[in-house]
């Protein structure tokens, strides 16, 4: 083997082992060729002694477990013999040359691979030489002094060869220890650590070239004591470290394992990880080994990690979870006696998304960086600034003289952004809304998050750049709009919605025929009808109006066509549509299937949209109207002139109705401003060739002015107020009958 033809050329370089060192060996024991006469002259004999010797030692040898193990195979058992005596016979036939020296070096470090300890070997040859003395007396009883000659022949050839065998042994363990130390070097040399050892009775300190060389000492420098080590630490890792040690030394840890910070030559501050484990000498004194790591490295990582973690990276500023920490850290300040005023800012970007879609999410970051720049100056030292998330910002004022402070702070920042921001070779205006909430005691950091962020709620809800206060009335509105919602969410289910109607009347020569209804979705909650303007707004939040205007759709058609049969053929019924509805996947489809089921035409369904919608410019929304137009479904647009009207909608969407809201028609009998807006309207939509529908008339001014302007298309309380369609039924049967006459002014509404 390879492996084991290495090792006994390494080996006999090791011993000196040579033809002058066999010769030397040789005249030690007083062993010449010459001297040898006799054995060569007696082998025969001497081969039958060595059969029955080595049958004999192997009896002898199964008595001990060890050799035994290697006994118990009968064909191990014959190679083993064989071996023997092959052994034996050239140990009495030389010649003792270097090849022989190699050959019992081999058998040594054969032995010692398989973990045969020398003293079987030893033991074996003592048994060798007894045997052997005793049969060779016995065999050549007749010839003492031939006798004599022999056994001392043999005995100096068997010392040759235990002296060989013993050194082979002793090299070999010495080349595992070599082997050991230079494996457990090459270890230390890529671990990069130092080792130290510590005599604990007689604090005598020694260390390793690599241990001073990590502190960029010498020998002169190098600590020599335990307290010259732990001087080299800053006075709070130095007590970490004797800490450490002393628990180790008690027993009360199993190993010294501690980090902290030794001072270098430079006086830099290194931090290395000490390891080590207490032992006995041979004198029975205790001893403090291990090793010293420099972990500075990783320690660095560490930070830059922890650093990262709790730091925004675009602003550098803490980050969500830095502000809850710090939050944590305000409120436990507020407890202490005579602690001061203390508060929370929300910030949030006014219309941010704009930026972004518009102008990319670089011109966005450099927007964010300066916002943040920007309050960041209007901070005191001792405040904090955190980029809570996306365009969100958490103030955190600690510290105030008065609580009103908090809200000075918030005015100064929303000032500072009045000007505008450079962004790139764009000058952009930007604005926040605030949520201000006062810190206490009491609760925890997410309670004062919260109320920061109702507080900004009721602030955006007033428009952009405003600024609200938290109160006790905005939770218990946030209870209320939960409570709402939850029994919103299972409104449909309990069968709690129903629709009302409302008639559409056609006016002409004093005279009035209905031409449809608009419905109307009405929540019953046990007794209480609740008022549309609570809950429609949640429903559009929540995105459950896609779901129940589904079933308004559905339940509005089915009605109406249920009416056509009954004596109202024609009835057009409206229908509003929120923008959810109308941004969802295959809505025209869905307005398809609907009228398929319920066998109304789709000359008679109208779709109310508000110009909120159509100002959104989404171009699928475009699509879908065309497509529900091309089935036949008419479009109003609801509301007209309340928003940001513009004529463009009038002319780009396939819109067939003009609902003038009733904020126009109401007063503009006695105004002439709004009388020149409502009348530009009805010209408007007469002149684009579009039904034009009044909402609001409850009086007979509002008719006769209608009437003169040409508007016939009316609905409102002068009619009827909006019904369920049991109560709505009769009332349009009469408002269907051709002849039905205007009522008087004095008379009272139908329904």
Same mark, same amino acid.
């Given at each position: 083997?390879?492996?084991?033809?290495? &090792?006994?050329?390494?080996?006999?370089?090791?011993?000196?082992?040579?033809?002058?060192?066999?010769?030397?060996?040789?005249?030690?024991?007083?062993?010449?060729?010459?001297?040898?006469?006799?054995?060569?002259?007696?082998?025969?004999?001497?081969?039958?002694?060595?059969?029955?010797?080595?049958?004999?030692?192997?009896?002898?040898? #199964?008595?001990?477990?060890? /050799?035994?193990?290697?006994?118990?195979?009968?064909?191990?058992?014959?190679?083993?013999?064989?071996?023997?005596?092959?052994? *034996?016979?050239?140990?009495?036939?030389?010649?003792?040359?270097?090849?022989?020296?190699?050959?019992?070096?081999?058998?040594?470090?054969?032995?010692? @691979?398989?973990?045969?300890?020398?003293?079987?070997?030893?033991?074996?040859?003592?048994?060798?030489?007894?045997?052997?003395?005793?049969?060779?007396? @016995?065999?050549?009883?007749?010839?003492? #002094?031939?006798?004599?000659?022999?056994?001392?022949?043999?005995?100096?050839?068997?010392? *040759?060869?235990?002296?060989?065998?013993?050194?082979?042994?002793?090299?070999?363990?010495?080349?595992?220890?070599?082997?050991?130390?230079?494996?457990?070097?090459?270890?230390?040399?890529?671990?990069?650590?130092?080792?130290?050892?510590?005599?604990?009775?007689?604090?005598?300190?020694?260390?390793?070239?690599?241990?001073?060389?990590?502190?960029?000492?010498?020998?002169? !420098?190098? /600590?020599?004591?335990?307290?010259?080590?732990?001087?080299?630490?800053?006075?709070?890792?130095?007590?970490?470290? $004797?800490?450490?040690?002393?628990?180790?030394?008690?027993?009360?840890?199993?190993?010294?394992?501690?980090?902290?910070?030794?001072?270098?030559?430079?006086?830099?501050?290194?931090?290395?990880?000490?390891?080590?484990? +207490?032992?006995?000498?041979?004198?029975?004194? !205790?001893?403090?080994?291990?090793?010293?790591?420099?972990?500075?490295?990783?320690?660095?990582?560490?930070?830059?990690?922890?650093?990262?973690?709790?730091?925004?990276?675009?602003?550098?500023?803490?980050?969500?979870?830095?502000?809850?920490?710090?939050?944590?850290?305000?409120?436990? @300040?507020?407890?202490?006696?005579?602690?001061?005023?203390?508060?929370?800012?929300?910030?949030?970007?006014? !219309?941010?998304?704009?930026?972004?879609?518009?102008?990319?999410?670089?011109?966005?970051?450099?927007?964010?960086?300066?916002?943040?720049?920007?309050?960041?100056?209007?901070?005191?030292?001792?405040?904090?600034?955190?980029?809570?998330?996306?365009?969100?910002?958490?103030?955190?004022?600690?510290?105030?003289?008065?609580?009103?402070?908090?809200?000075?702070?918030?005015?100064?920042?929303?000032?500072?952004?009045?000007?505008?921001?450079?962004?790139?070779? $764009?000058?952009?205006?930007?604005?926040?809304?605030?949520?201000?909430?006062?810190?206490?005691?009491?609760?925890?950091?997410?309670?004062?998050?919260?109320?920061?962020?109702?507080?900004?709620?009721?602030?955006?809800?007033?428009?952009?750049?405003?600024?609200?206060?938290?109160?006790?009335?905005?939770?218990?509105?946030?209870?209320?709009?939960?409570?709402?919602?939850?029994?919103?969410?299972?409104?449909?289910?309990?069968?709690?919605?129903?629709?009302?109607?409302?008639?559409?009347?056609?006016?002409?020569?004093?005279?009035?025929?209905?031409?449809?209804?608009?419905?109307?979705?009405?929540?019953?909650?046990?007794?209480?009808?609740?008022?549309?303007?609570?809950?429609?707004?949640?429903?559009?939040?929540?995105?459950?109006?896609?779901?129940?205007?589904?079933?308004?759709?559905?339940?509005?058609?089915?009605?109406?066509?249920?009416?056509?049969?009954?004596?109202?053929?024609?009835?057009?019924?409206?229908?509003?549509?929120?923008?959810?509805?109308?941004?969802?996947?295959?809505?025209?489809?869905?307005?398809?299937?609907?009228?398929?089921?319920?066998?109304?035409?789709?000359?008679?369904?109208?779709?109310?949209?508000?110009?909120?919608?159509?100002?959104?410019?989404? /171009?699928?929304?475009?699509?879908?109207?065309?497509?529900?137009?091309?089935?036949?479904?008419?479009?109003?647009?609801?509301?007209?002139?309340?928003?940001?009207?513009?004529?463009?909608?009038?002319?780009?969407?396939?819109?067939?109705?003009? &609902?003038?809201?009733?904020?126009?028609?109401?007063?503009?009998?006695?105004?002439?401003?709004?009388?020149?807006?409502?009348?530009?309207?009805?010209?408007?939509? !007469?002149?684009?060739?579009?039904?034009?529908?009044?909402?609001?008339?409850?009086?007979?001014?509002?008719?006769?002015?209608?009437?003169?302007?040409?508007?016939?298309?009316?609905?409102?309380?002068?009619?009827?107020?909006?019904?369920?369609?049991?109560?709505?039924?009769? +009332?349009?049967? &009469?408002?269907?009958?051709?002849?039905?006459?205007?009522?008087?002014?004095?008379?009272?509404?139908?329904?």
């Amino acid at each position: 083997m390879p492996d084991l033809k290495q &090792k006994l050329v390494t080996m006999q370089r090791s011993l000196g082992l040579s033809p002058d060192d066999i010769r030397q060996r040789l005249r030690l024991l007083l062993i010449a060729e010459a001297g040898l006469p006799a054995l060569h002259e007696n082998l025969r004999q001497l081969d039958a002694l060595h059969l029955d010797c080595i049958h004999t030692l192997f009896t002898h040898l #199964e008595q001990f477990d060890e /050799p035994a193990g290697m006994l118990q195979e009968p064909q191990r058992l014959l190679q083993l013999k064989s071996q023997q005596q092959h052994y *034996f016979n050239q140990m009495l036939r030389g010649p003792y040359d270097l090849q022989y020296a190699r050959l019992r070096l081999l058998v040594g470090l054969t032995h010692q @691979r398989h973990g045969l300890d020398l003293k079987w070997y030893l033991g074996a040859f003592h048994f060798y030489l007894d045997y052997m003395h005793t049969a060779i007396r @016995r065999t050549w009883a007749a010839q003492p #002094e031939l006798a004599g000659q022999l056994y001392a022949s043999l005995l100096k050839a068997a010392f *040759f060869d235990i002296g060989l065998t013993v050194d082979s042994y002793a090299s070999a363990d010495k080349m595992a220890l070599q082997s050991s130390q230079d494996r457990y070097s090459r270890a230390l040399r890529g671990a990069n650590d130092g080792i130290w050892e510590w005599h604990v009775e007689n604090d005598r300190l020694h260390l390793s070239d690599r241990w001073l060389a990590m502190l960029g000492l010498d020998d002169q !420098r190098a /600590p020599t004591t335990f307290e010259h080590w732990a001087a080299l630490m800053p006075e709070e890792q130095r007590i970490v470290f $004797r800490a450490a040690v002393q628990a180790h030394l008690e027993g009360r840890q199993a190993f010294l394992h501690v980090e902290c910070q030794v001072r270098d030559s430079w006086g830099q501050l290194v931090w290395v990880l000490i390891r080590g484990v +207490v032992s006995t000498d041979l004198y029975g004194q !205790r001893l403090l080994a291990g090793s010293q790591t420099d972990i500075s490295q990783r320690k660095n990582a560490e930070q830059e990690l922890a650093h990262a973690t709790l730091h925004d990276s675009l602003t550098g500023l803490p980050n969500r979870q830095s502000a809850g920490q710090l939050i944590a850290q305000g409120l436990q @300040r507020q407890t202490k006696p005579g602690a001061r005023h203390a508060a929370v800012l929300f910030i949030d970007l006014d !219309r941010f998304k704009l930026i972004n879609d518009s102008l990319g999410h670089q011109t966005g970051d450099q927007v964010l960086i300066q916002v943040a720049k920007r309050i960041e100056r209007c901070l005191r030292p001792g405040d904090h600034l955190c980029r809570f998330g996306g365009d969100e910002f958490v103030v955190l004022l600690d510290d105030m003289a008065l609580a009103h402070d908090a809200e000075l702070v918030a005015k100064r920042i929303m000032q500072a952004l009045q000007y505008p921001i450079i962004a790139g070779s $764009r000058r952009l205006s930007v604005s926040v809304s605030i949520g201000v909430a006062p810190l206490k005691g009491e609760g925890e950091g997410q309670d004062a998050l919260r109320e920061a962020d109702l507080a900004l709620y009721r602030a955006k809800a007033f428009g952009k750049a405003q600024l609200a206060l938290y109160s006790d009335s905005l939770q218990e509105e946030v209870h209320q709009r939960l409570n709402l919602e939850n029994a919103l969410s299972e409104a449909l289910a309990r069968k709690q919605f129903e629709l009302y109607y409302q008639p559409i009347v056609q006016v002409s020569a004093g005279r009035s025929h209905v031409i449809g209804v608009e419905a109307l979705l009405r929540w019953w909650q046990g007794e209480r009808l609740v008022p549309p303007d609570e809950f429609i707004p949640a429903l559009e939040e929540t995105g459950e109006i896609v779901e129940v205007g589904d079933w308004v759709l559905q339940q509005a058609c089915t009605q109406v066509q249920q009416w056509h049969q009954d004596g109202l053929p024609g009835l057009r019924c409206s229908v509003n549509l929120s923008s959810r509805q109308l941004q969802e996947d295959g809505f025209a489809r869905r307005v398809a299937e609907i009228l398929r089921e319920t066998g109304l035409p789709a000359a008679s369904l109208v779709l109310e949209i508000t110009e909120s919608l159509l100002m959104r410019d989404v /171009p699928d929304t475009l699509a879908t109207l065309r497509e529900l137009e091309s089935m036949g479904v008419r479009i109003a647009l609801d509301d007209f002139g309340t928003g940001f009207s513009s004529l463009g909608y009038l002319h780009r969407y396939p819109l067939h109705i003009i &609902k003038v809201d009733k904020s126009f028609i109401t007063k503009a009998p006695d105004d002439e401003r709004l009388k020149a807006i409502s009348r530009a309207i009805i010209g408007l939509g !007469r002149g684009l060739n579009m039904d034009v529908i009044a909402e609001g008339i409850e009086t007979p001014e509002q008719m006769d002015f209608l009437h003169t302007e040409g508007c016939h298309l009316v609905q409102g309380y002068w009619f009827s107020r909006p019904q369920s369609a049991s109560n709505i039924h009769p +009332v349009l049967l &009469k408002l269907s009958a051709a002849a039905y006459d205007l009522p008087p002014a004095e008379a009272v509404l139908i329904g």
